[in-house]
């Protein structure tokens, strides 16, 4: 859920460059919460159920920037679509994401370890308060890599339908080679 513009979510993807990240002082203290996710639906609107850390939720997101307040689920709600719901739609997501603080503008840095079929593919996401929100790339920190905001595969859902590792062995080399691999 965005928390910088409520109802909208404005963010910019990038892969990660493995080795620096891995090493970083930022991975080392931050913050890091285990999530998984699955989708009753895709279309028109994503409708997911996501587990963190124990706690569920129902979350509404639109292709057009639109994101709704998630929707706390009981724990016996969430196992139920999580388990035996989401699977049927598309394969379940698993992550390890870091908050980083960006060190500018008071913006942070999620960054997405990806665990399973879309391992080992590293993505960190930075949210920004409007769309057309200038980034001081600069001041990126050096695990940084190529952005893929525009590259649908990366979005999770699709993730969830066509797993990392479906991907052409051709396509995976390429991005292995990207995050130094």
Same mark, same amino acid.
């Given at each position: ?5 409520? @109802? ?16 970083? +002082?930022?991975?080392? $203290?931050?913050? =890091?919460?285990?999530?998984?996710? @699955?989708?009753?639906? !895709?279309?028109?609107?994503? *409708?997911?159920?996501?587990?963190? /850390?124990?706690? +569920? ?6 292709? /057009?920037? !639109?994101?709704? /307040? ?8 969430? =196992? ?9 739609? #598309? ?5 390890? =994401? ?7 503008? @008071? ?6 370890? +990806?665990?399973?079929? %879309?391992?080992?593919? &590293?993505?960190?996401? &930075? ?6 929100? #200038?980034?001081? $790339?600069?001041? +990126? ?8 905001? #525009? /590259?649908?595969?990366?979005? %999770?859902? %699709? ?5 990392? =590792? ?11 080679? *990207?995050?130094?691999?």
């Amino acid at each position: 859920m965005s928390k910088l513009t409520p @109802g909208k979510e404005y963010e910019r993807k990038f892969l990660v460059r493995s080795g620096s990240f891995a090493g970083s +002082f930022e991975k080392r $203290t931050a913050m =890091r919460r285990d999530i998984r996710q @699955g989708y009753l639906a !895709l279309a028109p609107a994503q *409708l997911r159920v996501r587990e963190s /850390d124990g706690a +569920f939720v129902l979350e509404i997101k639109g292709d /057009d920037d !639109l994101e709704l /307040d998630p929707k706390p689920l009981s724990r016996a709600e969430g =196992r139920i679509l999580l388990r035996e719901y989401a699977p049927r739609v #598309a394969s379940i997501i698993e992550k390890a =994401r870091y908050e980083v603080p960006a060190g500018f503008d @008071g913006l942070m840095w999620e960054v997405d370890v +990806f665990i399973g079929d %879309n391992a080992p593919l &590293i993505v960190a996401e &930075i949210e920004m308060p409007s769309k057309g929100y #200038a980034l001081d $790339t600069d001041a +990126f920190p050096r695990w940084i890599g190529p952005e893929v905001t #525009a /590259d649908a595969r990366f979005k %999770n859902k %699709n993730l969830a339908v066509k797993p990392f =590792r479906k991907w052409p062995k051709s396509e995976q080399k390429k991005i292995l080679k *990207l995050m130094g691999l």
